[in-house]
Nanobody, 122 residues
């Protein structure tokens, strides 16, 4: 069982930055961030291989978001810059999977955080 505790969401103006944190009680193969806007499906944002450090992003956030991990703190971060109103959503941290699992699928992840709201005003 892995528990995930997210923090760092909030309200920011377009063009601003936020950093989300996800403190994990254990490690899994993949660590990911997903988001869900009102009336929309949950979508993949970014993922990182805990051991490899390989990172993956959805096209809409490439060059603006950076996922990273701190092994000593068992914490994964999502640094978000140049934020746009369309980034507004509840952001979820997720953990799970193995080397065969596609990092971009929500079904890969066994454990989920409670979600943190990110609101970007225009």
């Amino acid at each position: 069982q892995v528990q995930l505790v997210e923090s760092g969401g909030g309200l920011v103006q377009a063009g601003g930055s936020l950093r989300l944190s996800c403190a994990a009680s254990g490690r899994t193969y993949h660590m990911g961030w997903f988001r869900q806007a009102p009336g929309k499906d949950r979508e993949f944002v970014a993922a990182i291989g805990w051991n490899s450090g390989n990172t993956y992003y959805t096209d809409s956030v490439k060059g603006r978001f950076t996922i990273s991990r701190d092994s000593a703190k068992n914490t994964v971060y999502l640094q978000m810059s140049s934020l746009k109103p369309e980034d507004t959503a509840v952001y979820y941290c997720a953990a799970g999977g193995d080397y065969r699992s596609p990092y971009y699928r929500a079904s890969t992840y066994t454990y989920w955080g409670q979600g943190t709201q990110v609101t970007v005003s225009s």
